[in-house]
């Protein structure tokens, strides 16, 4: 089975800390996502990647960056963290043909 | 632009009813189709998915969909629901030359009384 994991389950942290949101897969996928899940607006994509080192935006990128050093590992980081991205996040990957496995998810708390 | 309607929130079944849960989305194309299901504290997981071919699809958990393209809808059915599919579903979206990014309709909370 592809195992997708993320560092934390629930996090907390306070506004204007640096925030690192770790994920990890086993199966050599190709592509890697970050989505948050708000109530009544679904799964939005922050950003994914096709490739080691290789990123692209999605539709809410503005407050976070990524990081792709080894394939197997995407890291979303939330620069400066804000009360508004407090959020449910979601890892996903894919190897290509279509469809995304997800991680169990990371709810985190902005104070 | 692309997106995906799942027009109810919330939806409340008997168990051992039937269920369907209703999906739409707006594309120039034939996209890829896909069902996950969320339970509580989880992550998603894989339904089912539609690419080509038959239009009904047959999942998990005994769920299928139809694929329609005249009314670009794709809804989720179970002829009899148990109270364990209690749980948020998520209707998604793809399409070709995306690198496999999705799109998700804003999910549908299923409720089911014993």
């Known amino acids: 089975d592809v195992k997708v994991t993320q560092s934390s389950r629930y996090l907390v942290k306070r506004t204007g800390e640096k925030v690192f949101l770790e994920c990890v897969q086993d199966m050599d996928h190709e592509n890697m996502f970050w989505y948050r899940q708000d109530p009544g607006l679904g799964l939005r994509l922050i950003y994914f990647?096709?490739?080691?080192?290789?990123?692209e935006k999605g539709d809410i990128p503005e407050g976070y960056s990524v990081s792709r050093e080894k394939k197997e590992r995407f890291s979303l980081i939330l620069e400066s963290a804000s009360t508004n991205q407090t959020s449910m996040y979601l890892c996903?990957?894919?190897?290509?043909?279509?469809?995304?496995?997800f991680g169990p998810g990371t709810r985190l708390t902005v104070l | 632009a692309q997106s995906v309607t799942q027009p109810d929130i919330h939806i409340t079944v008997s168990e051992g009813a039937s269920l369907e849960l209703r999906c739409n989305y707006s594309?120039?194309?034939?996209?890829?189709l896909f069902w996950y299901v969320q339970s509580p504290g989880q992550g998603l997981q894989l339904l089912l998915k539609y690419f080509s071919g038959d239009t009904l699809v047959q999942g998990i958990k005994g769920f299928e969909a139809e694929f329609k393209r005249s009314q670009s809808s794709f809804n989720l059915r179970k002829p009899s629901v148990h109270w364990s599919d209690a749980a948020e579903y998520f209707c998604a979206v793809g399409f070709s030359g995306g690198y496999n990014k999705l799109i998700f309709g804003a999910g549908t909370r299923l409720a089911v009384h014993p």
């Open positions: 594309y120039g194309a034939t996209p890829y």
């Open positions: 996903a990957s894919s190897p290509g043909g279509r469809g995304l496995f």
């Open positions: 990647s096709y490739d080691v080192k290789m990123k």
